[in-house]
């Protein structure tokens, strides 16, 4: 079955200092790859998605992923964090044999002042 | 504006009760999820349907049901055999065909406590 691991729980980071952010998925099979981003007590939101194409995927709020087939990793960047990107950061994989959206565990960006 | 709408915020319920977290979507998306979230433990899949009239268990269907009469309706009952079911519940939808899906849409979440 696919699963999908995010390898850090918790990533501490000075504000306008780089950052990344790493996923891991179990298939090699085609799938489709997302990152979400969740504010306390809300939904989630949408930051960045690879369907099929150009490897390096741009987002919203000035993050990047980079799709890596042959490693199955599309770990989460951005050059530099602001306070405001505290927040928890899912990776996702849509499964196409079973329709099934998986979530990897979450990590949590906090970013010191 | 389209949409996700999940109600209500906050529930209370007390032990052996049944009780039905609603989510409502009119994005015309085929897709919607249940996805239950625990501190330190992610979105655990519950429920999901492709279709109207048609839902498959997620990973921790056991103590929950569904039903999907409408396309854009898909309420959760979370029934008296769920052993734990304080936490926090989010509701998503996605668009696409079969199995092929882009982007989820995510509801505000409930917030389900056992009192």
């Known amino acids: 079955a696919q699963s999908v691991t995010q390898l850090d729980s918790q990533v501490p980071v000075f504000e306008e200092a780089p950052v990344e952010l790493r996923c891991n998925y179990s298939?090699?099979?085609?799938?489709?790859l997302f990152w979400y981003v969740q504010y306390p007590n809300q939904g989630l939101q949408l930051l960045l998605k690879?369907?099929?194409?150009?490897?390096l995927v741009k987002g919203i709020n000035g993050f990047e992923a980079e799709f890596n087939k042959s490693q199955t990793s599309f770990h989460l960047r951005k050059p530099s964090v602001h306070i405001s990107d505290t927040a928890e950061y899912f990776c996702?994989?849509?499964?196409?044999?079973?329709?099934?959206?998986?979530f990897g565990q979450g990590t949590t960006l906090q970013v010191k002042p | 504006d389209g949409g996700i709408t999940q109600s209500p915020k906050y529930l209370f319920r007390k032990e052996g009760q049944n009780v039905t977290l609603s989510c409502e979507q009119n994005?015309?998306?085929?897709?919607m999820y249940w996805y239950r979230q625990d501190p330190g433990q992610g979105l655990r899949l519950i429920y999901y349907?492709?279709?109207?009239?048609?839902?498959q268990k997620g990973d921790i269907a056991e103590g929950y049901s569904v039903s999907r009469e409408k396309k854009e309706s898909f309420p959760l009952t979370v029934t008296s055999a769920q052993k734990n079911p304080t936490a926090f519940y989010l509701c998503?939808?996605?668009?696409?065909?079969?199995?092929?899906?882009?982007?989820?849409?995510f509801g505000q979440g409930t917030r389900l406590t056992v009192v």
């Open positions: 349907s492709q279709i109207v009239n048609d839902f």
């Open positions: 998503a939808s996605s668009m696409g065909q079969g199995f092929y899906h882009t982007e989820a849409f």
């Open positions: 994005l015309n998306h085929d897709a």
């Open positions: 298939s090699s099979v085609s799938v489709y």
């Open positions: 996702a994989v849509s499964d196409i044999n079973t329709g099934k959206l998986i």
């Open positions: 690879y369907l099929s194409g150009s490897t």
